[in-house]
């Protein structure tokens, strides 16, 4: 169980330091700094300002710093507002991260590694980019959802980065497995290796959500220093975000291809024989 995904997690190290792929992270991070450089920039103050708002409004500073006094974190009290603006944010930022990954890049990812790995494998185009957007779009939906759900658990910040990392697994398990296989695999034989490989999938997905909780702890550590040091954190994430998923990109192309190729080869070794036999 575990041999496949070190292979592929070795391939996928690998290939994420090539030229190609770094060139590949240059677009998406534009994108994402042009998007977020902006939003913050118009955003942010009147953000901070409207949720300080809140809280004087409804006596939130008084429930807040009884809870975290409790939980023995009272110092926080003093950047709830900015904790709170964060977690607001982040999904907001891993969700367009994805979205540039999985719409944009993905594709140049499969074809890179179909060419280095897998140049004999054929393509049954069992995808498209519709389905992609679809599966995009309907997985975020319900990670952002399950997010808010359990926002008050960064209380717990241990059992915030469990959770977190489960979310990130579920979702680029859905996500990027159909990304890895709609090129080359049928519907049925995409399914199939699904089915087959579903804990494995789960488990690169879970490791991807744990370096995916990096990006989150510089974001987020940030409105322990300073509102200044916001947009260069917001910046750093981002990348952060990006190296990430396109290196779980590689590690889910490499090991759902890999798969692919196992199927089919049992496949084939199963037909042999009947194949043999005088008619």
């Not at 809870?67 to 964060?86: K, S």
């Not at 997985?139 to 658990?153: D, E, H, K, N, S």
């Not at 291809?257 to 496949?267: I, M, P, T, V």
Request: glycine content about 8%; proline content about 5%.
């Amino acid at each position: 169980m575990m041999r496949p995904i070190a292979v592929a997690y070795g391939r996928a190290l690998r290939s994420q330091f090539s030229r190609r792929m770094l060139l590949l992270s240059v677009v998406p991070l534009l994108l994402s700094l042009a998007l977020w450089g902006g939003l913050l920039y118009a955003s942010m103050q009147p953000l901070l300002d409207w949720l300080h708002g809140v809280f004087l409004d409804y006596g939130w500073f008084q429930t807040s710093g009884s809870i975290l006094r409790t939980l023995g974190l009272g110092f926080l009290n003093n950047v709830v507002v900015p904790l709170v603006a964060m977690l607001a944010l982040l999904p907001l930022m891993i969700i367009t991260s994805l979205l540039f990954i999985g719409v944009g890049a993905m594709p140049a990812i499969a074809r890179h590694v179909s060419r280095v790995q897998f140049p004999q494998l054929e393509r049954k185009e069992g995808g498209s980019f519709l389905g992609s957007l679809g599966v995009n779009v309907s997985g975020i939906v319900v990670f952002a959802l399950l997010w808010i759900v359990t926002v008050p658990l960064y209380a717990l910040a241990p059992l915030a980065l469990v959770v977190q990392a489960a979310l990130w697994g579920w979702l680029t398990a859905r996500v990027m497995s159909y990304d890895a296989l709609s090129i080359h695999a049928s519907l049925e034989e995409r399914r199939a290796v699904v089915r087959a490989h579903r804990r494995q999938l789960l488990a690169i997905g879970t490791v991807s959500g744990l370096l995916g909780a990096l990006p989150g702890i510089v974001w987020i550590g940030g409105a322990l220093l300073s509102v200044v040091l916001f947009p260069v954190l917001a910046v750093l994430s981002i990348w952060l975000y990006l190296v990430i998923f396109i290196f779980t990109g590689l590690w889910f192309q490499y090991f759902c291809l890999q798969a692919l190729a196992d199927l089919r080869a049992a496949g084939k070794a199963a037909d042999a024989p009947s194949a043999d036999l005088p008619s």
